[in-house]
């Protein structure tokens, strides 16, 4: 401590090291009394555990950040293992699958014309089912062509009553493939809740390539719900995919919003600078 007659200056010392002072300075013509002295010491004492409170906090959120960072990027690349396998291996296993049953479907056999005809419409099927979980997984549309091309499919393959349909605005480009990842997770995770959950007939994506930033909106016309001014209190009542969304946007810097209500539908939006989003 630093006392020169009317003025004192208590250093404030953390674990890092010297984090900043507290001064007071007494009345024109006064000096600092014993008791003001010891009550500025005390002071200087409280401030000092709430800095390093903040530092700590920061550092810890830092931490959950970035490990919630490598977890995602760890999902992201096992959901493109296992898409690829589908694609490579299960997929091509069925097509040659269906070939050989094709060439057993003789007309000299005519008692196994409807037997095999069965098992061909079920492994078509399967086929299909495949490449469905190939694309949900890890569409490779997303990495060739980007973003836009990768929503278009996402509503092409809709299965609301009355579809979804999809507005752009702007001059559509490539974004960083971090972002355009992490757009394309929320929008596929915002149409599978309003077909799975929110009873929603149809659905809105909208999709704004501005100057200044990114923005991607999916409204359902469902059931909605009362939406929490916390988001992350969704994850109490079960609603992890909304929670998910949010972190999701927050990795690659940007805004989330949800706005819902009951037998109001449900709006998310988020939003990413032009400059983070760029690739």
Do not use: W
Not at 126 to 136: K, M
Not at 189 to 212: I, K, M, Q, W, Y
Not at 247 to 252: C, D, G, K, N
């Amino acid at each position: 401590m630093v006392i020169e007659g009317e003025a004192a200056a208590v250093p404030l010392l953390g674990e890092t090291g010297l984090l900043g002072s507290l001064g007071a300075t007494a009345a024109a013509g006064d000096t600092l009394t014993d008791e003001q002295v010891e009550l500025l010491t005390t002071v200087a004492q409280q401030v000092r555990v709430a800095v390093e409170n903040a530092r700590l906090y920061r550092e810890r959120q830092e931490s959950l950040r970035s490990y919630v960072s490598q977890v995602t990027q760890a999902q992201e690349e096992e959901r493109l293992r296992i898409a690829r396998e589908l694609h490579d291996d299960t997929a091509q296993e069925l097509v040659r699958l269906v070939r050989k049953l094709e060439q057993l479907r003789r007309p000299s056999l005519p008692d196994m014309t409807q037997p095999i005809d069965d098992l061909l419409n079920l492994t078509r099927d399967i086929l299909q089912a495949v490449r469905r979980y190939s694309r949900d997984l890890r569409p490779s549309v997303l990495d060739d062509l980007g973003l836009l091309a990768a929503i278009e499919m996402l509503i092409d393959e809709c299965r609301l009553p009355k579809g979804a349909r999809l507005q752009v605005t702007g001059r559509p480009r490539r974004l960083d493939r971090l972002v355009e990842l992490a757009l394309f997770r929320i929008a596929q995770e915002a149409l599978r809740n309003a077909e799975n959950h929110a009873e929603a007939s149809s659905a809105t994506v909208e999709l704004v390539f501005g100057p200044e930033a990114i923005r991607l909106s999916v409204t359902d016309d469902g059931t909605g719900f009362a939406a929490p001014e916390n988001i992350s209190a969704l994850s109490l009542a079960g609603k992890l995919g909304l929670v998910g969304m949010k972190e999701r946007a927050e990795l690659v810097g940007g805004h989330f919003e949800l706005r819902s209500s009951p037998d109001g539908g449900t709006r998310v939006a988020v939003t990413v600078a032009a400059e983070a989003a760029t690739a």
